[in-house]
């Protein structure tokens, strides 16, 4: 050991002299040559010079995939059994609340066995859903049909306007002692939560995630269009933008056409936020996916106007909540019970309550919900990856979209180039709105329902 200390004490000795010498003449080629890879530290250990790293691109990086853009709307969740236009207008007008009540915590809630859950009271809730509920009516009787999203602007924009509406107000035992700017001002959140009550299947269904993998050849009232899909991911990302919030498309994940290769911007991995589980008389917290903007699978879906499963976390900010993050709830977990996990100076891990949420957040009405796409938390990336990827895509096609959108249309015509590449619209019943969409942008309808579209077809 002193032998190896002595010689490693010289060998550094003379280093430093040599070294010196460089600092005093232009050239030394002597210690250049003698002294230039030896380590400056420690003489006795050997660096080892690493191989540079091979860097596989991912698919979410600077590498430019080929994609194709899907737009969607109510019409592809009809053959499994959603309500469409004026079947779920008819569903909120018949609507009488026997069925559901609300909760002290603004929810709206229902029982196993179907029938009216009782809580032993009226809560102001169930006071506000008899107003939406006559609202309606009147809504239906004056102007002559019911629209639910004309309603939501209705409500939202002109009613105040309306003398009559304040007399309905006054009229009826709404258990409240509120002004006619105030109940309507409270209608969103009931009127959210209805709309979010009738999205169900034709089996009564509104979450998968009970379900097992679907294999194939055949899934009804969708082969054909499943196969287009399967064949146009063999060589494309698929770019999924879809105006409904259902559940029904994240469905087909578990099938033999997507296996597993859906993302949708949100991830659990990391998350600090959670939601309250009760199942057998005890409590858990579950983990919740939040928005993080990353795809990097074969099919990317946006939900343009939020989800039936989307809602926000407020972060308190002294005497202000402030929006902090999109989440996602599942199934058996409300959105009154949302926790983030904040681990304390003295590195204790707590878990703080967002207590003002407690309903889904999605977008509805004609043009109140137009004046969303620019909320920055979630709908604003959502749209701009929306005008993105029309910029990109190979191909557009459109499905079971009716054409009332005129933002959405006015996007479209500004950022896919119509007039060089292809546009299709699969629709068996295209309506006049749609028709002039075809018109505007020079889209190939193709009318056929979508159990039996075809390759072909869009070729």
Known sequence: MKLKYKRAKRIRNEQKRHRRNLKRQSKCSYCKARFKNLPSQNPIIKKKKLKPKRIIPKENS????????????????????????????????????????????????????????????????????????????????????????????????????????????????????????????????????????????GEGKSWYDDEGHMGGPIWPGYTGTLNCLKSWSSEHIINVHTLNHDLFFERLNYSDWIQGELCDGFEENGSPYYGELISNGRTYRSRLERYTGNYNKKFRLYKLHGSKDYGIHYEPNGAILTPEKYVKTRFGIGFSELYKEIKTKSGEIKYDRCWINYHADFLTGTTSKIERYAEPLLFKTLFQHFKSNLNEAEKLIIIGYGGKDSEINQIISDHFDYKDKLVYILDPYPSNLLNNLKERIGAKLINKQLEFAEIKDFE
């Open 62 to 201: 600077q590498v430019k995939q080929k994609s194709i853009s899907l737009l969607i709307g109510a019409g592809f969740s009809a053959p499994i059994g959603y309500p469409v236009g004026n079947k779920l207008n008819q569903l909120l007008i018949e609507c009488d609340g026997s069925k559901f009540s609300f909760h002290s915590d603004g929810s709206l809630i229902t029982s196993k066995d179907g029938n009216k859950p009782n809580i032993g009271y009226k809560t102001s809730y169930d006071f506000e859903f008899d107003f939406c509920r006559d609202l309606m009516q009147y809504f239906n009787s004056t102007r002559g049909y019911f629209d639910y999203e004309e309603f939501y602007d209705f409500f939202n924009l002109q009613a105040k306007e309306e003398p009559e509406v304040e007399k309905l107000l006054k009229s009826g035992n709404y258990g409240t002692e509120k002004n006619v700017d105030q109940m309507l001002f409270s209608l969103k959140n009931i009127y959210s939560q209805l709309v979010s009550y009738y999205l169900k299947d």
